[in-house]
């Protein structure tokens, strides 16, 4: 139980935080978007505090004593870092990431944003089904 009430908090947040950017700033919270504009000359001030309050939330989650998921604990850095990679080059292909299409995109009923949630949903769900039961 205790995971889901987890889950439901980070969930509520990253809504809050969308829907607070979107607000103050008039931009919608697409993750690797602000991320590839604030490593570019030039970028906003917003974009880097964005970033830093999503590394600071991670570390502080760290050291509050809450644990990472299984899956990151078991599984070796160089894992984890392919994985990113991969991720990172996908929501380049596919034009935003799952909170740009995921939360925003289908908040603004947006039909792009619709299919790109269910491709990726759909592939997310495939390779559990891999991983785990092949």
Partial sequence: ??????????????????????LVNGRIAGISGILARAVRPGAAPWQWAFVGGLIA??????LSGIAAPPAFALTPMPTLIAAGLIVGIGTRIGSGCTSGHGVCGL???????????????????AAVFVTRHL
């Fill in 1 to 22: 139980m205790a995971g889901s009430i987890e889950a439901l908090a980070g969930g509520a947040l990253i809504g809050t935080a969308a829907a607070g950017l979107l």
């Fill in 57 to 62: 939330a991670g570390l502080a989650g760290r």
């Fill in 107 to 125: 908040a603004n009923l947006s039909p792009r944003s619709a299919v790109a949630t269910l491709v990726f949903m759909t592939v997310a769900a």
